[in-house]
């Protein structure tokens, strides 16, 4: 089974996956992003709880109509 394979499997069917990409960052490092949606904050704050991210650049997001919610290396965060 792959990483992504995992992924999908263990994501609730209230949370949409929407697509995983890469940019380059700050002095040629690799960012990566797993971007996913839902129907409210309390579903995406649970989702995000649920997650681990153990490497740096590494970000996981959740659109909500309340805005958008992301886990990172030092945590869960709102972005702005």
């Known amino acids: 089974m792959k990483f992504y394979d995992s992924i999908i499997k263990k994501r609730p069917k209230d949370v949409t996956f929407l697509k995983k990409y890469y940019k380059d960052g700050f ?7 797993e ?4 129907k ?3 579903i995406a704050l649970k989702f995000l709880e649920e997650k681990k991210v153990d490497k740096p650049l590494y970000y996981i997001i959740v659109d909500t109509p309340e805005g958008s919610f992301g886990r990172d290396i030092d945590g869960i965060y709102q972005e702005r």
Do not use: P
């Open 27 to 33: 002095m040629g490092k690799k960012v990566t992003y």
């Open 35 to 38: 971007i996913y949606s839902t």
């Open 40 to 42: 409210n904050k309390e």
